[in-house]
Nanobody, 122 residues
């Protein structure tokens, strides 16, 4: 059984930081591209960041470039998302996803976590 479990969400003031984690089990993590997406109420799921299996390839959505950092630890089967300089518009449920390659499109991913809520107050 493949499981992706996100953690680290919460309530933070604008300008603050959070670190999200996604622990993965049930698949060969070190061969998978991993992605982070987010979805705010009434909006479509939005691409946030992706990282290739080796950590060399990384891409970010335009709205988070320069503020968020994706990383992974293949020894721990975990992918991280560091969120800095948070804004109220970053408020959303954040999801991690696993796929064959580091895609930017959500339908390309095979497995998804349940999500973790990030709320940024002004």
């Amino acid at each position: 059984q493949v499981l992706l479990v996100e953690s680290g969400g919460g309530l933070v003031q604008a300008g603050g930081s959070l670190r999200l984690s996604c622990a993965v089990s049930g698949l060969t993590f070190s061969t998978k591209g991993m992605g982070w997406f987010r979805q705010a109420p009434g909006k479509e799921r939005e691409f946030v960041a992706t990282i290739g299996w080796s950590g060399i390839y990384i891409a970010y959505g335009d709205s988070v470039k320069g503020r968020f950092t994706i990383s992974r630890d293949n020894a721990k089967n975990t992918v991280y998302l560091q969120l800095n300089s948070l804004k109220p518009e970053d408020t959303a449920v954040y999801y991690c996803a696993a796929g064959g390659l580091p895609f930017t499109a959500a339908p390309k991913y095979d497995y998804w976590g349940q999500g973790t809520q990030v709320t940024v107050s002004s």
